[in-house]
């Protein structure tokens, strides 16, 4: 059974998959508009992103490490999801949100890190 015989299919060529899903700012968008409604704004998903970066809380998150986010993400990562189609950016509003590519790629996404991921003990080290 093919992948569009079992509704898996992406809609982007393999290269543009390999490149919205190569970097964990990336990733992380595509799975928080994928869990969104009505899309996310760009300064959510920067402290949404700049929380598990430095594994704080979200509330706890500085301006500073929110910026830090907010600007890569503003300035390169959302501009490149949606050149891709892996998610739809307004840079005016500032609203990312989900394509027909972006639900594929999120299961993908969690399938490699579940499948792929094994926690060690010594993983601080």
Do not use: W
């Not at 490149?19 to 300064?43: F, T, Y």
């Not at 509330?59 to 910026?67: F, L």
Request: with cysteine; net charge negative.
């Amino acid at each position: 059974m093919s992948d569009v015989e079992c509704g898996r299919a992406i809609p982007m060529s393999p290269e543009d998959v390999f490149e919205a899903i190569s970097n964990s700012r990336r990733r992380r968008v595509i799975l928080s508009v994928d869990r969104a409604e009505d899309g996310v704004d760009a300064n959510e998903l920067s402290v949404e992103i700049a929380s598990r970066e430095n594994a704080v809380d979200p509330s706890k998150v500085s301006g500073e490490q929110r910026s830090r986010v907010y600007v890569g993400l503003t300035q390169n990562h959302l501009d490149t999801l949606d050149d891709l189609g892996a998610a739809q950016y307004d840079s005016r509003s500032k609203l990312v949100e989900a394509t027909d590519a972006t639900e594929p790629l999120a299961r993908l996404i969690r399938e490699v890190t579940t499948d792929c991921y094994t926690p060690t003990e010594d993983a601080d080290e």
